[in-house]
């Protein structure tokens, strides 16, 4: 069985907000199952870890919960976010732009590495 769960974030379409709310919210119930989580985040999705983004991001029309609240839950229940280095560049993510959320900033091979851990559960989104 597995003890933690990594995922990247990467293919979601972020002109389609009402997919954003699902990885955020599946890894804030992994965490409340006591597994470790990792959301790393690639390409165009590192834009949600500027500060203001995700704020202006809902995953319904009713607008009650914005995708950076999705985002805090998760972290707050102990998930952590890792930032793709070549995308942070790419996207303008900066130490002084970044949310306050934001774990760190790791290349890929740090995320292939979580990834063949054993006992890991990858997700893609």
Known sequence: MADKVVILLLNVDMEV???LGAPFFQAAVA???????EIHFAART???????????????????KSIYSFMRDAHEAGV????CAGAA????LTEDNSIPELDGIR???AFLGAAIEDDVLTLTY
Do not use: I, S
């Open 17 to 19: 907000p009402d997919n």
């Open 80 to 83: 952590k976010f890792y930032a």
């Open 107 to 109: 290349g890929v091979a």
């Open 46 to 64: 590192t834009r949600l870890l500027v500060r203001g983004v995700a704020d202006q991001l809902y995953p319904a029309e009713n607008r009650e």
């Open 89 to 92: 560049a790419t996207h303008q």
């Open 31 to 37: 965490a409340a199952m006591d597994l470790k989580v």
